[in-house]
């Protein structure tokens, strides 16, 4: 299976259909679920009875009322009700769309596959998202090859896969089958306020040399070099250890923690790179961020209070309605840690995310198509860009509309990562029990209640258990 991260930036601006930018948030493969049954995946046809053509080609039948339910975070929901699912409608006047939004996508929706009563489509996204792999294994997730090779909204000599780019295709797999849509491009890496260190004649550091001795002059000032919330995102900070030490040790450090290789939190780079972290936490940082949801957490980083937050390219749509005139988003790499770093300052970890499913056993799995295969029309696409500030995987939607600061840097950190770009950790929606586990961890091992060895002792030895345990699906990579 190829991955994202090994995208050239060309291709995927290209893809995307821009010459200097490519951003988008996005929230991983995040996941919670355990359900009844033990179906394979369904291949939703035409069973709905209504005639299929190239403007209709699962054969929707706009009697069916369809069930929405959008993951209201970071990106809110309005993209959804007023625009993808307007769409829809205008597509199939008179249909009913039913939509739910909510940051508690576990909570609400477990019960109902449990049940049985399943929306069409789902927006899985957020710290309590639904267990993947899980579903899959149960025959909830919809084969989505049907969609990929449907003709597009905007050309139908054209398959829908000919107009995303082939990241898209690539992580939509789970045990091979095409299951999974990931609609946005994300960078993730460290983001703070270009102005205020315009304004203080400060530059983003390349070194770690430079990035502590930038925290004695911030603290000198009041101001912290780094947090990350404790509470509700600790995430975050699970990431951001996770890219250190791919950058130290390069992308094969999570590839082999993906694939449940032998002590593969043990190696030298994790612990260096915890160990680093750590470090800046007791230093640099202050504990009563432990105590402190996301929100929270950026609105201190908008009120100057911290230099750097480690999280995605959504931020700023996220923290729009806050976000004071004086403060302008920018993302910065993560700085070298030592010399001999297998990648070199500038790489940052750019990939797809924000992943929607359709219900296989829902009423109305064309209709869940359908809806996918509409917001994979540029007009689906582009109205998204503009009502979140964040770019999604179809080829050309963006081009025309004017970018925001956040996007602007982002499109330069991209530029000049070049290839370098730092793979994501698909653990994290393979494996939910070893992800859910390290985001408790990492808040233990930051809070220097454990050692950083101790933290990579803990992670392998849950790593181990699900190795062993033959109940639990396993997944591999190659790169």
């Given at each position: ?347 940052i970890q750019v990939g797809v995310g924000e ?18 295969r509409i917001m994979l029309s540029k007009e ?100």
């Amino acid at each position: 299976m190829s991955h994202p991260g090994e995208i050239t930036r060309r291709q995927l601006l290209h893809r995307i259909g821009m010459t200097a930018l490519v951003a988008g948030p996005g929230a991983g493969l995040l996941s919670a679920c355990a359900t009844g049954g033990s179906d394979e995946p369904a291949t939703p046809t035409a069973s709905s009875g209504a005639a299929t053509s190239p403007k209709n080609p699962f054969g929707v039948d706009a009697k069916k009322p369809l069930k929405v339910t959008i993951f209201s975070g970071g990106y809110g929901d309005a993209y959804a009700r007023e625009l993808h699912e307007e769409l829809y409608k205008k597509a199939f006047p008179g249909v009913t769309v039913e939509h739910n939004a909510t940051q508690q996508i576990g909570t609400q929706l477990r019960p109902l596959f449990v049940s049985g009563d399943v929306p069409d489509v789902v927006n899985n996204s957020g710290p309590e998202g639904l267990d993947l792999v899980a579903l899959a294994a149960q025959g909830h997730l919809a084969d989505l090859t049907a969609l990929f090779d449907a003709p597009s909204v905007d050309d139908p000599a054209k398959k829908v896969r000919d107009t995303v780019t082939p990241a898209v295709i690539d992580n939509a797999k789970i045990d091979g089958k095409d299951l999974v849509l990931n609609y946005t491009v994300s960078h993730r890496g460290l983001w703070y306020n270009a102005r205020l260190f315009a304004d203080k004649g400060w530059t983003p550091p390349k070194t770690w040399a430079e990035f502590t001795a930038l925290g004695e002059t911030a603290k000198a000032e009041g101001i912290h070099l780094f947090a990350y919330p404790g509470q509700k995102g600790p995430y975050y900070q699970l990431w951001n250890a996770l890219y250190t030490a791919a950058k130290i040790g390069g992308n094969q450090v999570i590839i082999d923690i993906d694939n449940l290789v032998d002590n593969a939190w043990n190696v030298a780079a994790v612990k260096q790179a915890v160990a680093a972290w750590v470090h800046i936490q007791a230093k640099y940082s202050d504990k009563s961020y432990f105590g402190l949801d996301h929100t929270q957490t950026q609105v201190k980083h908008l009120q100057n209070k911290l230099l750097f937050y480690p999280v995605g390219s959504w931020i700023e749509n996220e923290m729009a309605k806050d976000k004071p005139a004086g403060f302008e988003y920018a993302i910065a790499p993560i700085p070298d840690l030592t010399a001999a770093d297998a990648m070199p300052y500038g790489a940052i970890q750019v990939g797809v995310g924000e992943n929607f499913f359709v219900s296989a056993k829902g009423k109305n799995p064309q209709g869940g198509l359908e809806y996918l295969r509409i917001m994979l029309s540029k007009e689906g696409a582009r109205g998204f860009t503009e009502k979140t500030l964040n770019l999604t995987v179809v080829n050309g939607a963006a081009e025309g509309l004017a970018l925001t600061p956040a996007l602007k840097s982002a499109a330069r950190a991209q530029d000049a990562a070049g290839q370098n770009i730092i793979t994501d950790a698909r653990f994290e929606g393979w494996y939910k029990q070893l992800f859910d586990y390290g985001t408790e961890q990492i808040n233990v091992v930051m809070a220097g209640r454990i050692t950083p060895d101790e933290f990579c002792a803990r992670m392998q030895a849950r790593a181990d258990k699900i190795k062993k345990d033959t109940s639990v699906p396993k997944q591999t990579r190659s790169q």
